[in-house]
């Protein structure tokens, strides 16, 4: 009874008239995958060799970054995260990275399942708070350039909506960490996608002991590149801050030296691995930025011991008054010849690669 007065007041009220019907929505934009309801449903697994084993990488990536964040929150003091600008809640917001690499991994591992890698054991290159942070923003960086690479090239696209619904976080994580650095937070305009091998090849040197069961990562590994005088990130006075106008790091023309390993080396977890390269002598640094790949001449070559310079590359995406390239945490490896590539076909530069990448710290 109340219902029904209710009901009529509000009908007197308000809705004395019937709505008017709503014209039609627009039609749906021809085109498109599986938008249809008779589109097959999503199916949230893998099916074919190249997805499982991109999700198995992106897997060992995820693990990695959980054990990172709560090592370097353990391993350091109170003290010693103040005197690099984190007090407590930026700590918390580093634990809570980690939680997400827990969703992270849960999601992945959902669906390769029941074939999902288990957490390994690491190694880790630095013993202060800023070598720390420095560390996760270069790992962060090539873990979301890693999954931006082959994210397009997937032959099963539900399961790359969700892949993409985590790096999105990743790619906040990687510019938290330049900002905990005290880095400019993000001097890219655009941020470069690289194929699973290159991804793998930066990756495998930290994995030390993998549980047995652990699918085998089919990816290639090239001989590792050193850049043995990286633009220095870390500055002792630098402290965590949103954004700080650093100058700059790095510059073109900037003499960068390389230093790299023969193929052939048993490396990564339990030395399962061997590096390998199918190209001829070095002659150029491929620089990877933004959206462009970018070769400069070798020079010094020297093959006995494997050394050799080359000059950081100028240019701007867009041309004058726009962003410059080389900028940010970015990529560079070394090739026997220089064809041209662009974003969605840089993997065709794989048979060039005579070692690396390395991450580059342009800025
Ligand atoms: C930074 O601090 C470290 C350790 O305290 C010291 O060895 C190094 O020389 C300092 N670097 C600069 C550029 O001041
Ligand atoms: C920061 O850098 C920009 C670009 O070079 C410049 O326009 C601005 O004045 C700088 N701000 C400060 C506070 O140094
Ligand atoms: C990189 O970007 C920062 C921030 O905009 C700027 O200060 C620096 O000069 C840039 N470096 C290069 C090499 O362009
Ligand atoms: C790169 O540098 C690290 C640290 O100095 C060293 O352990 C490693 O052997 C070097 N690798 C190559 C390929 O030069
Ligand atoms: C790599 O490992 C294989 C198999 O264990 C072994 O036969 C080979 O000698 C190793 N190579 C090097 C360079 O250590
Ligand atoms: C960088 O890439 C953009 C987009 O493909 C292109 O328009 C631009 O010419 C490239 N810049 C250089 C210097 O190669
Ligand atoms: C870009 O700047 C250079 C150097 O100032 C100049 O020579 C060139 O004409 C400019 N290009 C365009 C397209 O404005
Ligand atoms: C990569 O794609 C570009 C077009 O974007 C094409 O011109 C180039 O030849 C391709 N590279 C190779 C090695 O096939």
Same mark, same amino acid.
């Given at each position: 009874m109340l219902r029904t007065l209710v009901a009529g007041f509000i009908a007197l009220h308000h809705f004395s008239d019937a709505a008017p019907p709503s014209p039609p929505p627009p039609p749906v934009p021809s085109g498109g995958v599986d938008v249809t309801p008779d589109s097959p449903p999503p199916v949230y697994h893998t099916m074919s060799d190249f997805d499982f084993q991109s999700f198995n990488l992106a897997l060992n990536q995820e693990y990695i970054e959980l054990d990172l964040f709560h090592y370097g929150l353990a391993k350091f003091s109170q003290q010693e995260f103040l005197d690099a600008g984190l007090g407590p809640e930026y700590q918390f917001l580093i634990e809570y990275m980690a939680d997400q690499e827990v969703g992270h991994a849960e999601m992945v591992s959902n669906i390769i399942y @029941? &074939? $999902?890698?288990? @957490?390994? +054991? &690491? +190694? *880790? %290159? #630095?013993? =202060? !708070?800023? $070598?720390f942070l420095d560390f996760c923003q270069k790992l962060t960086r090539w873990g979301e350039s890693g999954v931006y690479g082959f994210l397009p090239h997937l032959d099963n696209r539900a399961p790359a909506e969700l892949l993409i619904n985590s790096i999105t976080t990743e790619a906040r994580q990687q510019m938290a960490f330049r900002q905990l650095e005290g880095l400019f937070p993000m001097a890219v305009w655009f941020v470069a996608g690289i194929p699973q091998a290159w991804a793998w090849t930066m990756l495998s040197p930290y994995l030390v002991h993998c549980p047995a069961e652990? @699918? *085998?990562?089919k990816w290639q590994i090239f001989p590792y590149l050193n850049v043995t005088n990286n633009p220095i990130a870390i500055r002792n006075d630098s402290k965590a801050a949103v954004s700080t106008n650093v100058s700059a790091i790095s510059y073109p023309g900037y003499e960068v030296n390389f230093q790299w390993d023969n193929p052939g080396m048993n490396v990564s977890y339990d030395l399962k691995y061997q590096t390998t390269s199918t190209a001829g002598p070095p002659k150029y640094a491929l620089w990877v930025s933004q959206l462009n790949a970018t070769y400069t001449p070798l020079y010094n070559i020297d093959t006995d011991n494997n050394y050799a310079s080359a000059k950081q %590359? $100028? $240019?701007m995406v867009f041309g004058n008054n726009t962003a410059p390239i #080389?900028?940010? =945490?970015m990529f560079v490896a070394l090739t026997d010849d220089n064809p041209y590539v662009t974003p969605y076909n840089l993997?065709? !530069?794989n048979p060039h690669i005579v070692a690396g990448p390395a991450i580059y710290q342009a800025g």
């Open positions: @029941p &074939y $999902g890698a288990k @957490p390994c +054991q &690491y +190694q *880790y %290159p #630095f013993d =202060t !708070v800023r $070598g652990n @699918p *085998y990562i %590359p $100028g $240019g #080389f900028n940010d =945490t993997s065709l !530069v």
